[in-house]
């Protein structure tokens, strides 16, 4: 993981996720996630127009660090790195986007729930993983026990992640960062209540500052 970017997660241990079809509502998005102290963002792929989005937040923005996420192939984190993604997620582990990642320098992530997964992940290289879904994958107890045996290992949980149990989460000493899309709830973004947004960023640093 590069040096930027976990120093931006050191600060603010918070990933929010983006899955906007329309890539101006993406720009205003980021912007405000950005004014509420969230600097690393994530934009899923699943929409038409989302890596349209991706390229319109790191064209149109200043400051922050933008990534793909829900990369389901080696030519689509192919395609995306040529987009300007810093860092690429995805739902599973596959050994392909794994190895492109590494020999690239790429930050990864990929979906692990297991500790076969996990495993696999470290024998591939990887020390920083995504648990995901985080609460059907056994939450807190689960990434308890995942750390106590993968010591190097840090996680990403998302998938189930609130304000409610963000503290709990990152408690955790082996939690790099936790990713939710609670931070960019589409109801607020169809009215254009973009304030909404940059108040639960802000409120996500005060947890994971607290």
């Known amino acids: 993981m590069s040096t930027e970017l976990s120093s931006r997660l050191a600060a603010a241990p918070v990933v929010p996720l983006i899955g906007e079809n329309d890539p101006?509502?993406?720009?205003?998005?980021?912007?405000?996630?950005?004014?509420?102290?969230?600097?690393?963002?994530?934009?899923?792929?699943?929409?038409?127009?989302?890596?349209?989005?991706?390229?319109?937040?790191?064209?149109?923005?200043?400051?922050?660090?933008?990534?793909?996420?829900?990369?389901?192939?080696?030519?689509?984190?192919?395609?995306?790195?040529?987009s300007g993604a810093q860092f690429i997620v995805?739902?599973?582990?596959?050994?392909?986007?794994?190895?492109?990642?590494?020999?690239?320098?790429?930050?990864?992530?990929?979906?692990?729930?297991?500790?076969?997964?996990?495993?696999?992940?470290?024998?591939?290289?990887?020390?920083?993983?995504?648990?995901?879904?985080?609460?059907?994958?056994g939450g807190v107890p689960m990434l308890k026990a995942l750390g106590s045996v993968f010591r190097e290992m840090r996680f990403m949980p998302t998938g189930g992640v609130s304000a409610s149990n963000l503290a709990e989460f990152l408690a955790l000493d082996h939690v790099l960062a936790c990713g939710g899309s609670w931070l960019t709830p589409s109801e607020a973004i169809e009215r254009g209540d973009y304030g909404a947004i940059t108040k639960l960023a802000s409120e996500a640093v005060a947890i994971a500052n607290g």
């Open 24 to 82: 101006a509502v993406a720009v205003k998005t980021a912007e405000a996630l950005a004014e509420g102290g969230l600097s690393v963002i994530e934009v899923v792929m699943r929409s038409d127009a989302a890596q349209q989005g991706m390229e319109a937040i790191i064209a149109e923005t200043e400051g922050l660090i933008v990534g793909a996420g829900t990369v389901l192939t080696v030519d689509q984190a192919k395609s995306v790195r040529d």
């Open 90 to 137: 995805s739902p599973g582990l596959v050994d392909e986007i794994a190895v492109y990642c590494r020999d690239e320098g790429i930050p990864f992530f990929p979906g692990t729930m297991t500790a076969g997964e996990v495993q696999r992940a470290y024998a591939l290289g990887l020390r920083e993983v995504k648990f995901f879904p985080a609460s059907l994958a």
